[in-house]
Nanobody, 125 residues
Framework: QVQLVESGGGSVQPGGSLRLSCVASGFPYSNYYMAWFRQVPGKEREGVAAIWTGDTRTYYADSVQGRFTISRDGAKNTLYLQMSGLKAEDTAMYYC??????????????????WGQGTQVTVSS
């Protein structure tokens, strides 16, 4: 059974940093897509960053390019999202997601099969 468990959310002041973690288990595949999404109440879930574990290529939404970094530790089966230069508009519930190849949508599209429970990030002064 595939499981994704996020951690690392919290409250931070504008300009601050946070690192989210997502521990993955139960995958029957050698390689897969992994991504971070975020959602605020009343809005659609938004793809933030993604990675293909086969070659570690990374992909970012324009809104976070240059501020967020997605990475993965294969030995620990853990996905990370390092967030810096945080803004109030980054406030959201952040979710880890995963899917096997082929992905039936663009890599930051909202079509992943496996999801974590989410971790809240709040940016406020």
């Amino acid at each position: 059974q595939v499981q994704l468990v996020e951690s690392g959310g919290g409250s931070v002041q504008p300009g601050g940093s946070l690192r989210l973690s997502c521990v993955a288990s139960g995958f029957p595949y050698s390689n897969y897509y992994m991504a971070w999404f975020r959602q605020v109440p009343g809005k659609e879930r938004e793809g933030v960053a993604a990675i293909w574990t086969g070659d570690t290529r990374t992909y970012y939404a324009d809104s976070v390019q240059g501020r967020f970094t997605i990475s993965r530790d294969g030995a620990k089966n853990t996905l990370y999202l390092q967030m810096s230069g945080l803004k109030a508009e980054d406030t959201a519930m952040y979710y880890c997601a995963a899917n096997r190849h082929p992905l039936p949508c663009p890599i930051l599209g909202n079509c992943y099969n496996y999801w974590g429970q989410g971790t809240q990030v709040t940016v406020s002064s």
